[in-house]
């Protein structure tokens, strides 16, 4: 009775205890304070002391200070004294009255002067601060009005390449701002979206995969992320950017009109730790991509093609909760619409062979298209729901398309030049298609057994109508043939999964999963045909090019993985699936062919990695034929060009590695990064031709007569390919200041592949190396000159063929950027093209493209004024050659001459600080 009346009385002076502490809490002070340097002092401030003095408390720190923040929490509201110390700098003091809850303070230093010496010294590139590398923004000379991404690329060890950065060799998984994620998941947003002079520090250093960290693992691994200082603190970022170019050709259209050129838009983005959102709306014919920012400066190459673009876009993301592991919700969506006219003259030669002579072609085509398309995405998180984690997306898209395309073709037998084709064609198609993903899976850390379960379904409708017109009444080709082909497609897939947590410690976390998937695609084609040979007043079906075609796939998949996972050390991913796979192959006329084939594979994976060294990945896969390669049907569209497929193709088998040390190899000269890829594909699949020098019957077609002078194009079964490569990447140190930034590629590679000439199976043979040299050179922060050049040397010869070709290709683009009196922007770009064909008589080709931007920026550097002129030397036209073991294509691209641009932009930037000072201070103090 005692024990239990002393228990409850110790409960209940516990419970009053910490609601009077609460209370008291409550009634208190906390202090935010945030200290900033002078504005041309990029130093980090690591150490100073914060007193702070009250009539009633005295509270001292020596290490307060820490990412330009400090905090005091607890103390009784009242007025204080503040006293910051900190060697180089003047003291700071001065008196406050703080109020119960929040108080923020902004703290401005100033520097020291001596008054026997002044020290000068240069400002570091970068410094190593335990495990984290710290790049200082002074020292890469780079106007404040350009964007971050400008001062990233002048950094050394970094890499920008396909929208994601890489630092020494290894990939960045986020980019913080002052410890927060301020502007989304995609690295390079805050790089995009901020100003140089915004920065003053990038750091680079590892965290814990939050992936892993989201599974349970205690030992998770490794990612590589960059955290970005600003001059002042960041809680959310907003800009609107708007931009308008206006122009024309300097020489007039095969109309005799100016040729118009424009290119405008505008787009605006909000970005914080839990909210984003953007729209934009741009149009253009000067072929631009979807990125409104990269108007900015001087249109790139020539135009070999009109191009009408029109773009609208809108976006939001919201969390709720803890960032990574709270509630997430994304939608989007975007309206798409682009006129495109392409121009192109190809020159064929064929080798001759034992069954076929040789042949030379020479079209001339044009095509006019339009397309457009309106698309919603979507996706939505939930890990901590009642019945554990759920991830769910979805996406739909409508599209429609019109193509006007035209073609004239003279040639055949070499020595003959006769016209055998005059084609025109018209296609159009509309239709949708869209999935759904979601997603259940157990992750808490603390149960052994996880089950989990991926059900996701796809499905598309699309109608499309072909008329086709050949004018030449010697073509051999069908003449006013119309096709009206309707296609629909659905897939399922179910998957299953069971995962035993065998250990999930510090040290080491390791689980295995038992899995099964269920897949099942069903696609059917419904054409029809209409001939008008040989009675063009009465056209009648076209018996083989109507069908009501289903194609059946129903996949089981049973896989056995293993995961382990060593945090720093490295860890081990492992797997291996057995699938079963059966395809059916019906069409609804019976006298085609039936078929459906069952196929078995073993697939092994494993992914081997020790952090901060290298890994080693193995996988394989399995590829099966499509309908259009098993298809035991011919299609005489074109009598002279028969296609057909091959129900007997075996599915091919591939087998995929890399190699690779992550991060790069610290050398006294710079960073080397190396890495490898190695694919070896068994039963390749190869396009398989096949001449006919007189009429020939083939029964296993039902008995098609094939006229003289024919083509079959079909597919057959090869020996294995292989495709390996080699990189060794390398650039400068740049630990001491530095004007000179080098970065180096070199790759070697072999690639073969089986081909066919006529009817011989060849193997071509293309090895070849590549050497990628950029320099970036700014002395100061009013000149920058970019340097990129690029060397290839491919060589393809082939056995049994007469194929022998070198071909050494030269890139070499040089950029100039330079500011006069701070506001006057002069921007000056050559790219040089050269293509050498050693030892086949063919002649070098020479592009030259010059393009000059003069602007001047006004109110405050928002506004900027430009005049661009470009393809100056009206050089620009294209050529390329491309060899397969029986033939050679050249193919020549236009140039639409020089253009001129005048543009006027304006962009608006904020920086917001007000929402909340406590996101600005570093993770371990929020």
Request: aromatic content about 12%; proline content about 4%.
């Amino acid at each position: 009775m005692r024990k239990g009346l002393y228990i409850t009385l110790c409960s209940v002076f516990m419970i009053c205890g910490a609601f009077f502490s609460y209370a008291q809490e409550k009634e208190r002070a906390s202090i935010y304070g945030f200290v900033q340097l002078p504005e041309k002092d990029y130093n980090p401030l690591f150490v100073a002391e914060v007193f702070l003095v009250g009539q009633a408390d005295t509270l001292k720190t020596l290490t307060g200070i820490k990412e330009h923040g400090f905090v005091f929490k607890g103390i009784r509201p009242g007025e204080y004294f503040l006293e910051i110390n900190s060697i180089g700098y003047e003291s700071f003091r001065h008196s406050y009255t703080f109020e119960k809850g929040d108080n923020i303070v902004y703290v401005q230093l100033t520097t020291k002067n001596l008054d026997a010496a002044v020290v000068k010294a240069d400002i570091p590139v970068m410094k190593q601060v335990g495990d984290t590398t710290v790049y200082y923004a002074a020292a890469a000379r780079v106007a404040e009005e350009e964007n971050a991404m400008e001062l990233l690329q002048r950094m050394p060890g970094f890499e920008v390449r396909r929208n994601e950065i890489y630092h020494n060799g290894g990939k960045v998984a986020r980019t913080y701002v002052n410890g927060m994620l301020v502007f989304g998941d995609a690295p390079v947003n805050a790089f995009n979206h901020m100003l140089a002079g915004d920065v003053t520090q990038i750091k680079v250093y590892q965290e814990d995969s939050k992936e892993d960290v989201l599974n349970g693992y205690r030992a998770p691994r490794k990612e590589k992320v960059l955290d970005v200082r600003t001059r002042e603190p960041v809680i959310n970022a907003a800009d609107i950017y708007a931009m308008a170019q206006g122009g024309a050709d300097a020489h007039k259209n095969a109309d005799g009109n100016l040729q118009p050129r424009y290119a405008g838009g505008i787009t605006a983005n909000f970005f914080s730790e839990k909210f984003l959102a953007d729209a934009n709306l741009y149009a253009n014919n000067l072929g631009y991509g979807s990125n409104l920012q990269s108007l900015t400066g001087v249109p790139s190459g020539a135009l070999h093609d009109r191009k009408d673009a029109i773009h609208a876009g809108v976006g939001i993301q919201k969390y709720w909760g803890n960032r990574y592991r709270g509630n997430h919700f994304s939608l989007r969506y975007s309206y798409d619409r682009t006129h495109t006219d392409t121009f192109s003259h190809t020159l064929s030669d064929y080798y001759s062979s034992e069954s076929s002579p040789a042949l030379s072609y020479s079209d001339t085509s044009s095509n006019s298209s339009v397309a457009g398309s309106h698309s919603v995405a979507f996706s939505l998180f939930v890990p901590d729901s009642p019945v554990f984690s759920i991830n769910s997306s979805g996406h739909i898209r409508f599209e429609d398309h019109d193509s006007e395309s035209f073609r004239k073709r003279w040639g055949g037998i070499t020595g003959q030049n006769n016209p055998i084709t005059d084609m025109g064609q018209n296609t159009g198609s509309k239709g949708w298609d869209g999935d759904f993903h979601i997603q259940w899976s157990d992750r808490r850390a603390e149960h052994r057994l996880r089950p989990s379960a991926l059900f996701s379904a796809n499905a598309g409708r699309h109608h499309a109508l072909t008329a086709s017109v050949d004018t030449l009444e010697s073509s051999s080709f069908r003449q006013y043939l119309n096709l009206d082909d309707n296609s629909d497609s659905f897939e399922l897939l179910f998957s299953p999964s069971l995962s035993w947590m065998i250990e999930n410690a510090v040290s080491c976390s390791s689980e295995l999963s038992l899995g099964y998937t269920l897949s099942k695609t069903k696609k059917a084609t419904v054409r029809a045909g209409m001939d008008f040979l040989p009675d063009k007043e009465h056209p009648h079906p076209d018996p083989v090019n109507t069908f009501h075609h289903n194609w059946n796939l129903l996949g089981h998949t049973a896989s056995l993985s293993y995961h382990r996972s060593t945090g720093i050390s490295g860890g081990l991913d492992g797997a291996v699936s057995f699938n079963i796979t059966e395809v059916a192959n019906t069409e609804d006329l019976a006298s085609h062919q039936l078929f459906s084939k069952r196929y078995w594979s073993v697939l092994p994976s494993f992914l081997f990695r020790q952090t901060n060294k290298w890994k080693i990945s193995v996988d394989t896969e399995r590829i099966y034929p499509s309908w259009e390669q098993t298809r035991p049907l011919i299609d005489n569209s074109s009598p002279q060009s028969l296609r057909a497929g091959n129900p007997d193709l075996k599915a091919p088998y591939l087998v995929n590695s890399a190699f690779g040390f992550y991060p790069a190899l610290d050398l006294k000269s710079g960073f080397l990064s190396i890495s490898s890829s190695f694919r070896f594909v068994i039963n390749s699949i190869v396009s398989y031709r096949k001449y006919f020098s007189s009429a020939t019957v083939l029964p296993e077609y039902g008995n098609l007569e094939v006229p003289a002078g024919a083509f079959l194009y079909t597919y057959q079964n090869a020996n294995p390919s292989l495709n390996t490569s080699l990189s060794f990447n390398w650039s400068n140190r740049g630990k001491k200041m530095t004007k000179l930034i080098l970065f180096e590629t070199f790759t070697v590679q072999y690639k073969t592949s089986p081909q066919y000439t006529s009817d011989i199976l060849i193997q071509l043979h293309e090895p070849g190396a590549t050497n990628h040299l950029r320099l970036v050179y700014s002395p100061d922060k009013n000149l920058a000159l970019r340097l990129t050049s690029n060397t290839v040397y491919a060589y393809a010869f082939a056995d049994r063929s007469d194929l022998r070709l070198h071909t050494v290709t030269e890139n070499l683009s040089v950029s100039l950027t330079k500011y006069f009196w701070k506001t006057l922007k002069v921007v000056a770009q050559y790219n040089w093209h050269h293509t050498s064909y050693i030892g086949n008589g063919y002649p070098s080709f020479n592009m030259h493209e010059a393009n000059l931007l003069i602007g001047k920026s006004f109110l405050k550097k928002r506004l900027f004024l430009s005049l661009t002129a470009n393809d100056i030397l009206n050089r620009g036209a294209g050529y390329s050659i491309s060899t397969t073991p029986d033939s050679i294509i050249r193919t020549w691209t236009p140039s639409f001459g020089r253009y001129y641009l005048l543009s006027v932009s304006y962009r608006f930037n904020r920086l917001g600080k007000e929402t909340s000072f406590k996101g600005t201070l570093n993770k371990g103090d929020r």
